[in-house]
């Protein structure tokens, strides 16, 4: 069977690794280079910490378990099992999160800004030593490009051809399959073909007649360098969200910041990278002497109810999306499970209610 996966961020390169393993003949293509899209601008928090309905929350679990799997199947170092901390804006939910969490066997637990600084992180300030702060001990961040790459690379020692800097520009369904055109002109026949597209997903489901109703919404990453280990875990607090980002540096990122974000967003010498750094100095004192080295610019592609949208379309054959935010917890799951689909028919009972045919085509 031969397959082409149409984008090569941590989605697109998951289902083409998974492809390759199952046998399948993978073309994997990208109009730029793999992982340099969403994947390379993402805070890139493995969690389920506050994912609802329950079967969504189950979902990113599962993808949670999926990274420590295929870390001890590939031997990566791109996982960082740092545990993470939450310092509430409104206690009494954060605390009821975290007690549901625990009723759904979630490691979660409250402990006191004190212990925080004892145990955990000595350099974080915080409002007051009896200050409540939220621990999860098995969430982790993944270094999503590095991660991506080794994916292709594990692709291709399966077999997989990898085309880059040549966007997809027409897919035509039925009859014999699938037929591609590419930028350059050239064309490539398929079985299938999986839209892996992340934020142009939208535009990709369109060349076959497919309305995917797609949110993409701004976000800003700030890489500093700093001196020494002013973090270990990954840490959000009211105004800043901060986590290592390998050996002297640290990466920051807020909601609140994204929201501001402008068409004229000036790079690093944009205000809001600073005021980002100023943020986080008042929690990480060791933030003084940082200095911005990189702002990365995502784009998250949500689809319209915010979950994942996995599988084959009832009325497009040969046609598979696999779209989602959170794209980082859920890459190798989704590749596994959506591999899985495209070789052998078995929708995993995990995916069932993440399925694109829940959108109406009007
Ligand atoms: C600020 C921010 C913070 C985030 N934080 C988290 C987090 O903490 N945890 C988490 O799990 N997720 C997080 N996310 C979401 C996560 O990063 C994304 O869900 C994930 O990276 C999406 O991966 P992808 O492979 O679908 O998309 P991408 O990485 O964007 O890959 C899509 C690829 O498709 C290619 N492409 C597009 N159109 C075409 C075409 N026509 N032909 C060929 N190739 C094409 C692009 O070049 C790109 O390489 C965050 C996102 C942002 C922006």
Redesign the pocket.
Known sequence: MKVAV???????SSVAYRLSEGGAEAVL????D??????????????ANNKLPREYFELNVAGMREHERLRDEMGGGWLHPTGNLIQPTDEEDLERRVERLRAWSYAAEMLTASTVNEKLEPEAVFPDPEASVAYFPEESWVN?PALTRALVQAAGRNGTRTLVGN???GIEVGGEGVTLRLEDGDTIRADAVVN?????AA??AEMVGRKLPLDVFR???VRVSVPGKPLVHLMHTPRVNARPDGQGYVLL?HDSV?ARLADDFAGTEDPLCAELVERAHRVLPALAEAEIVEARF????VPADGHSCVGALSGIPGYYE??????????PLVGRLLAREILTGEVDPLIVPFRPDRFPQT
């Open positions: 149409v984008g090569a961020g941590i989605i697109g293509i990208d109009g730029a793999p992982g340099s899209g969403t994947t390379s601008a993402s805070f890139a928090w493995v969690n999503a966007a997809v520009e892996a597209t992340g934020a142009e535009c990709v976000g800003l990453l990122h994204d995502g784009l998250r592609p696999a779209v989602t935010h959170s794209g980082v917890t859920l890459g």
